[in-house]
């Protein structure tokens, strides 16, 4: 997303690129990209970056679901996949020690816990690859100056084909009509 930014401030700079990757959480990354949108394009192309960041942003949830939880295996099926948040599992975990762990503190446990198919895991996946492709094509947006081969016109259309984009995007205006 920092070449996004770059296009959009039209700078190379090492130092701007560098504060904007010192934000970690994509809530000020997109922040940034927005606020740096809204001063140099109109307002329609301000939607569509916000509605791709929005897109990228479902991914990302997924993705960081994933990525930071607590897995395990439940011996009686072995084609699924067992997840908890960190934070549920903590408290648990501190609930049952404090309980001495003869009560039903695993029906609680259990309330918590989500169960993931292969399916399930490569449709994350596929929702980080679009989320990737929707990313390098905003990039390319924000990027775009004249004499490129190919017109931001065309690169906003291929966007616009992206379900993830045109759903943020369709949810946006709805949201502003109301």
């Known amino acids: 997303m920092s070449i996004a930014l770059a296009g959009l401030l039209d ?83 501190a609930a049952a020690i404090a309980a001495g762990g003869g009560g039903d503190e695993h029906a609680e446990l259990a309330k918590k816990l989500f169960v993931y198919t292969k399916r399930d895991l490569l449709m994350a996946r596929d929702a980080l690859m679009a989320a990737r492709n929707v990313s ?14 190919q017109t931001r016109e065309a690169i906003r259309d291929q966007l616009l084909k992206r379900p993830l984009v045109r759903q943020a995007l369709d949810h946006l205006i709805a949201a502003r009509s109301r």
């Not at 990039?139 to 004499?147: D, L, V």
């Open 11 to 93: 700078t190379k700079s090492p130092a701007a690129l560098g504060v904007f990757a010192a934000l970690r959480g994509f809530r000020s990354q997109r922040d940034v990209l927005e606020g740096a949108a809204k001063a140099v394009l109109n307002a329609d192309e301000v939607d569509l970056i916000a509605a791709c960041l929005s897109a990228i942003w479902t991914a990302q949830r997924a993705r960081d679901d994933i990525a930071h939880g607590l897995w395990g295996v439940l011996l009686e099926e072995p084609d699924l996949l067992l997840w908890i948040a960190n934070a549920d599992y903590a408290v648990w975990n």
């Open 136 to 149: 390098f094509e905003m990039s390319m947006y924000c990027q775009w100056r004249p004499g490129r081969p």
